[in-house]
């Protein structure tokens, strides 16, 4: 075989090692460098904005644009001074058009009080929707110190974007889902100029290589009506909101088809511009289909005011307007209504007339009694009404019965005996508790977390022989044996794990990975705890202590009950109503069940493999139901 060989020119050589080292510079991604840039009337537009100088530095109030700049995904950075008087200073980001953008605001007047002291708000149209977003991922609270320079960091990419304040290395908020399409858009500030917030030393940068964890999945509760018709946008003044469009003869209603958002909201802004100086409304209608004629339960809510009709009946008109009920009234939309629908059988038509002044317009609505079960889960049996704030179940296999904690019965809490049937055998079966949480099984004795410890009780006789109290604890809840008849014990207060070993009970374990743990469990060997605080089950090899993240679940989850499924797999729940399948690789996560609709809400469940039955307690509504696995 010939070998070939390839000569090069010394100066071909000598012109190489110049060019490469300015290759591989070039190679290496480089974050933008931050634009200091300074307020005046060159780089910014300053028509709705005044300029002063404050404590020795030039600032800005009012609301302005900067000149000239475009950015998708990057930081921004400004100092913000507030007199803590009531006022509203944020910043603006990707605004594509006038009326189109994304705005995160602080409240001064409500830091340190309220828990919307930060609020995430898009804007369509010219409407701004703060009284249409709010809670987790859209309203946070924070402190702000009053007449004191306040660093904001803003960053955002895709679909996400946070706020740290005051150098904080912990975002007051964190947005996962800006309404807006990701796009290029100019950057803004925005307060009053009344003095009340001032704005300096402002400055950006872009950057597409920010770390946010992988958007969420957003889920439709069950029964939401996600489709929806809406008619082109009337006066208020001009119309009857007690009347359909046909009983007062308007033509051309002009109908459109829409979508709701996953939560149900239909943000009106986004489809309809307003008209006039006044309140406008649209009325928006949909079908419903009845299998029989019957009345159903229709949870809603709207903002500012709404008249529901039911194939024509009108059935309900409220106004839930900013300040309208009380001074702190906010108006905030939400499933806080229901009415209840008188449905024929076949197609019936529901319809609403929302009008709106300011703050958000927009309306939802739901099938207050729908759930939903996969086809591998079946209903079994329910108790219903006699038991006080169920919290945990345990199965005990040597008595073949269920235990049940209590957590509220105004200090005469207990413990209830329930059969696989679903009877009642004992409703008070063991006593003397403080608001009882998880329970557990070992050496055919039940233990029971309480707010003081843990009570080990006599199965035969329901009698607590001793109890083992915490050295600290701020709130007990879930307990877990290993192999070694060793006990772990989350403190959700604490953002700790407890370790019950003999008659101690004391802190054992403190990670920056144990973040408001709830539901615990034991398995191969791995302690896995279930983290409300991100959402997330981790897992902690007790041997060698080594950590390995097992499965994300949706953000705000409150992972109140997790167990093994005696086949690699787990069962978790969300407080809020649903119940999970993880696969062993933690990659699958399945909703087999969801009550979040009807609030029938999913505290420590037990599952037994050997009867395929999953047992859930519903901590509000007082009831236990057991469900079967196919």
Not at 178 to 206: C, I, T
């Amino acid at each position: 075989m010939r070998s070939t060989r390839f000569l090069f020119s010394r100066s071909f050589l000598m012109r190489l090692m110049i060019v490469l080292p300015f290759l591989l510079v070039c190679a290496i991604p480089i974050e933008a460098a931050a634009q200091n840039v300074e307020f005046e009337p060159g780089r910014w537009n300053l028509k709705q904005a005044k300029l002063k100088e404050v404590r020795g530095r030039n600032c800005l109030s009012g609301t302005a644009f900067l000149n000239g700049v475009k950015l998708k995904d990057g930081v921004i950075d400004v100092d913000l001074l507030v007199t803590g008087a009531q006022s509203y200073p944020g910043i603006i980001f990707r605004r594509s058009a006038d009326g189109e953008f994304e705005r995160i605001y602080l409240r001064p007047h409500r830091a340190g009080h309220y828990p919307d002291a930060v609020q995430y708000t898009p804007t369509f149209n010219g409407s701004e929707a703060w009284q249409l977003y709010n809670g987790s991922g859209y309203t946070a609270a924070c402190d702000l110190q009053p007449d004191n320079w306040i660093h904001l960091r803003l960053e955002f990419r895709d679909s996400q974007a946070r706020l740290f304040i005051g150098g904080s290395s912990t975002p007051a908020i964190v947005v996962r889902d800006l309404k807006h399409s990701p796009v290029h858009g100019s950057l803004g500030l925005d307060a009053p100029q009344d003095g009340s917030a001032y704005f300096s030393r402002f400055s950006y940068h872009e950057d597409a290589s920010l770390d946010f964890p992988p958007a969420p999945v957003l889920r439709t509760p069950p029964g939401t009506i996600t489709r929806w018709e809406i008619s082109r946008v009337f006066g208020s003044s001009a119309i009857d909101m007690e009347r359909t469009p046909s009983q007062q003869s308007i033509e051309d209603p002009q109908w459109m088809t829409v979508e709701s958002e996953a939560s149900g909201l239909v943000n009106l802004a986004r489809y309809r511009s307003r008209i006039g100086q006044g309140a406008n409304c649209v009325w928006a209608r949909a079908t419903i289909t009845a299998e029989d004629e019957g009345v159903r339960e229709l949870q809603f809510g709207y903002s500012d005011a709404v008249s529901i009709f039911c194939n024509g009946r009108l059935l309900f008109a409220g106004t839930s307007a900013y300040r309208m009920r009380d001074p702190s009234f906010l108006g905030i939309a939400g499933y806080f209504d229901a009415v209840y629908l008188p449905l024929e059988e076949g197609e019936n038509e529901l319809m609403f007339c929302v009008s709106d002044v300011s703050g958000g317009w927009g309306f939802m609505a739901r099938d207050g009694d729908a759930e939903y079960l996969d086809p591998m889960i079946g209903a079994k049996w329910s108790v219903s009404r006699q038991l006080h704030f169920p919290e945990s179940v345990v199965y005990d296999e040597i008595h073949d019965v269920f235990y049940v904690s209590n957590f509220f019965n105004d200090g005469e809490e207990f413990i209830s005996k329930i059969s696989p049937d679903g009877d009642v055998l004992a409703l008070r079966w063991a006593s003397g508790l403080k608001r009882p949480t998880g329970l557990a099984m070992h050496n055919a004795h039940l233990y029971a977390v309480d707010r003081t410890g843990v009570a080990v009780i006599n199965t035969e006789t329901g009698v607590v022989e001793k109890r083992i109290e915490a050295s600290e604890a701020k709130f007990l809840n879930d307990i877990a044996f290993d192999d070694a008849g060793i006990g772990y014990v989350t403190d959700s207060g604490a953002n700790r794990i407890l370790r019950l070993e003999g008659d101690r009970l004391a802190p054992w374990l403190e990670s920056p990975l144990v973040g408001s743990p709830n539901g615990i469990h034991v398995e191969n060997g791995e302690l896995l705890i279930g983290n409300s605080g991100d959402a997330t089950i981790k897992a902690m090899n007790l041997t060698s202590k080594k950590w390995r993240p097992v499965a994300t679940l949706d953000p705000g989850c409150v992972i109140d009950g997790l167990t093994g499924m005696g086949d690699g797999r787990l069962l978790a729940s969300d407080h809020a109503g649903r119940v999970f399948i993880i696969s062993p690789s933690g990659e699958v996560v399945k909703t087999i069940l969801d009550r979040s609709t009807t609030q029938r809400y999913c505290a420590d469940f037990a599952y037994v493999p050997a009867l395929h039955m999953l047992v859930i307690p519903s901590l509000q509504e007082n009831s236990l139901s057991a469900y079967i696995l196919k």
